[in-house]
C-alpha cells in the first residue's frame, strides 16, 4: 500500500504563490503516477495536476501556466508550486497515487489518497 501526506496549504492574497508538498511512503517504488486533486463544498473533487511515471505531465486547463508539478525522487516527495494565485483557488488540495492508471479526468483513477490541505486565497 501507499500513504501519502500533504503539507504547505495556507491563506494567500491573490496574486501570491504557495507550493505544496507531499510525501509517498509504502510502496513508492511500485507507484505509476502521482498527482493533485482539488475540492470546493458541494462540488467534485477536480483535478489539477499529475506525471506518471514514463514522464508524462498532465494540467488542468485552469493552472496551465500557472502551476508546475514536480518531483524529488530522492525524498519521495511530489511539489505542486502555484503561481499567480486567485480566488477560485481556493479548495481543499488532495495528493493522489496509483499503481496503474493516470489522468485527471475522474478521482476514480486513483486508489491512493492523502487527508487534504487548505488553501485560501482572498482579495
Known amino acids: 500500500k501507499v500513504q501519502l501526506a500533504e503539507s504547505g496549504g495556507g491563506s494567500v492574497q491573490v496574486g501570491g504563490s504557495l507550493r505544496l508538498s507531499c510525501e509517498a511512503s509504502g510502496v513508492t517504488d511500485r507507484i505509476y503516477c502521482m498527482g493533485w486533486f482539488r475540492q470546493t463544498p458541494g462540488r467534485e473533487r477536480e483535478g489539477v495536476a499529475a506525471?506518471?511515471?514514463?514522464?508524462?505531465?498532465f494540467y488542468a486547463d485552469s493552472v496551465k501556466g500557472r502551476f508546475t508539478i514536480a518531483k524529488d525522487n530522492a525524498k519521495n516527495t511530489m511539489y505542486l508550486q502555484m503561481d499567480s494565485l486567485k480566488s477560485e483557488d481556493t479548495a481543499m488540495y488532495y495528493c493522489a497515487a496509483d499503481l496503474v492508471l493516470c489522468g485527471l479526468e475522474s478521482e476514480s483513477l486513483f486508489n491512493y489518497w492523502g487527508q487534504g490541505t487548505q488553501v485560501t486565497v482572498s482579495s
Open positions: 506525471f506518471d511515471k514514463n514522464g508524462g505531465t
